[in-house]
């Protein structure tokens, strides 16, 4: 699987609104982009999954522009529970299930 | 449904000593998968299960390295002669099959090898 490249660290303060960038320049055409957050001492938990244009769930936005290289998570008026690892993978149909992770983007909130 | 549970939470041994983790699974999911953490990394796939049958192993799995799964619920993760390098938190994970794009991972067994 394609792997892709994230800010290593964000900071940010409470009641503000988070936008994490994610490039993957070669995502294939069955690639789904998937992210994830992980809190210390805790697995990973799903957060949000698209293919393209935009996805909105009840935690957060997924952005995909018409190319596909990149995507943003936007995370709404942060609090200092999203403090988290967040993850951007990409999924293909093929491999569910067997993700690849990196180092994800270390977000922290302050108050 | 109580989500994905692992047992022991942490565990310290003695190196060349055997260690197994248990791992059960949300209890409609047919699919079980275990990754290895380290500290500062993303988790690492280690192996996956449908059902009962075990369907890919990593590289990182070495042959000191065995899971089960025998009847398709709870799974196990066995490590022989542990080594330093073995020191990592493992991850149990499990999917339902209409839905497995979205992995529920457990809170992990953290293991030091000293």
């Known amino acids: 699987l394609a792997k892709t490249t994230q800010p290593i660290s964000m900071d940010s303060y409470e009641g503000q609104e988070v936008n994490i960038t994610c490039s993957h320049n070669n995502i294939a055409t069955n690639d789904y982009i998937t992210w994830y957050q992980q809190f210390p001492s805790q697995g990973p938990r799903f957060i949000i999954q698209g293919y393209k244009t935009k996805v909105t769930n009840e935690v957060a936005s997924l952005f995909i522009p018409a190319d596909r290289k990149s995507s943003t998570l936007s995370l709404p008026r942060v609090s200092l529970s999203d403090t988290a690892v967040y993850y951007c993978?990409?999924?293909?149909?093929?491999?569910?299930?067997?993700?690849?992770f990196g180092r994800g983007t270390q977000l922290t909130v302050w108050p | 449904d109580t989500g994905v549970s692992q047992d022991p939470r942490h565990k310290i041994t003695k190196r060349g000593q055997n260690v197994t983790f248990r791992c059960d699974p949300i209890?409609?999911?047919?699919?079980l998968y275990w990754y290895r953490q380290t500290l500062g990394q993303g988790p690492e796939f280690l192996t996956y299960?449908?059902?009962?049958?075990?369907?890919?192993k990593s590289r990182l799995l070495s042959d000191r390295f065995s899971a089960e799964r025998p009847k398709g619920s709870f799974s196990t993760l066995e490590i022989q002669r542990t080594e330093q390098g073995d020191s990592a938190m493992y991850l149990c994970?499990?999917?339902?099959?209409?839905?497995?794009?979205?992995?529920?991972f457990g809170s992990g067994t953290q293991l030091s090898v000293l």
């Open positions: 993978l990409l999924e293909r149909g093929s491999t569910l299930g067997r993700l690849y």
């Open positions: 209890s409609e999911h047919n699919r």
């Open positions: 299960f449908q059902n009962e049958a075990q369907l890919e």
């Open positions: 994970a499990s999917s339902w099959d209409r839905d497995a794009e979205k992995l529920f």
